[in-house]
């Protein structure tokens, strides 16, 4: 049994902005199911995978009994120079899938310590596992369940204290808590600017989102060899890599903070020279300079493909 009054200590010595933990529970099928046979994945064929594990985390570690969340907070308050296309707020330092294990561990083995004292990494790995975004986990779910804040009608998580500019990610174990979190409420409102402001009409209706149809999408995920859609391409701005504008017009996001985690400083490349002209840059040059940042996800190619739609869209 582990105490929740332990948790919260533990993640605050951390630097750890939010958390909580929530017993587990299966999640109901049928949003997910929605989601998907709409096409709203686009070409997104991973979230098609795994929906036993997506759907039940004992799936992924069997006997698991609580989720703890947590939320890290990214935003960075210092303007950039002058860029050749905007990238995202979260995209612009190391990939936060490293700084977020990093936390997730270190908290993970300090909660633990007495359960798994003496034990092979492996054996580890029956007791507890860490997740960031990449597994099959509605993390979205985990964070609402856990207390963390509520879904936004964009769809991502907002708190209290940070708005949504932060990361999600889990600690899945076989223990149970002393004490779960209790949800928050939505506090939307009547409000709909994040729906209002979407360039390309992507928030179909209040909390639900056309992934293929958000500029975060078709610059990120859509693999370069495919062309991004006309009719896409005319609404995408100046973003060349995801988009923040739902989060951007969000008023709890009016008092974000600065994040005093290091790691999410953007590189110096972004900070001293802005957005480069990727047309004039080879590979090792791009590897060099955003290599550890989640710009290496789309690559080259993917940059190439989406600075081009900007230059054709500003002649
Ligand atoms: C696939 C994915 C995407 C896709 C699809 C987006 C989406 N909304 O699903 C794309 C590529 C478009 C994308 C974009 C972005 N993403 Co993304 N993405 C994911 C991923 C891998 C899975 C999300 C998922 O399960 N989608 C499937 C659908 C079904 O889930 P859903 O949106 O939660 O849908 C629910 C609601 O519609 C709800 N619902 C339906 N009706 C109603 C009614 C009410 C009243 C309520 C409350 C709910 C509700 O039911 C559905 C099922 O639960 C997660 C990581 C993870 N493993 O969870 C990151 C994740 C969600 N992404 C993240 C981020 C940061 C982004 C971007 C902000 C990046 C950017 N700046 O470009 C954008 C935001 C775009 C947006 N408005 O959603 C963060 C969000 C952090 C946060 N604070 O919430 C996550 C959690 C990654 C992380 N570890 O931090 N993403
Ligand atoms: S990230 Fe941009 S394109 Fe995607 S839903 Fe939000 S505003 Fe729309
Ligand atoms: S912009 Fe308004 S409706 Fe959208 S998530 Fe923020 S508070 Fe909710």
Redesign the pocket.
Known sequence: MLKYEDLQRVGAELGIHKLGVAAVDGIASE??DE?LNRGY?GK?SY?NRNQEKRLNPGELLPGAHSVISI?VNYHQDQILPELDGVI???ARSVD?HVV?KDFLHELANQLHADQVKNLSRKQRAKVYRVF??S???????W?TAAGLG??GK????ITREFG?W????EIVTVEKFDQYSVEVP?LCGSCTACIDSCPTQ??TE????D?SK?I??VT??LDPEHPIPIDLQENMGDWIF???V??DVCPWNRFAKASDVKAFIPVDDLRSGGVPDFSGIDGDTFQDMFGSTPLDRPGLRGLKRNQAVKHQLKK
């Open positions: 949003r997910l989601w994945h997104m979230m939320f995202s707020k979260y936060y977020l960031v975004d597994a099959p986990v509605m993390e979205k779910h964070a509520w879904q964009h769809s991502n998580i949504s932060g990361f999600l990610g939505d992507a928030i209040p909390y639900v989102v992934g958000c975060s999408y990120i995920e995801g988009c923040d739902c989060q």
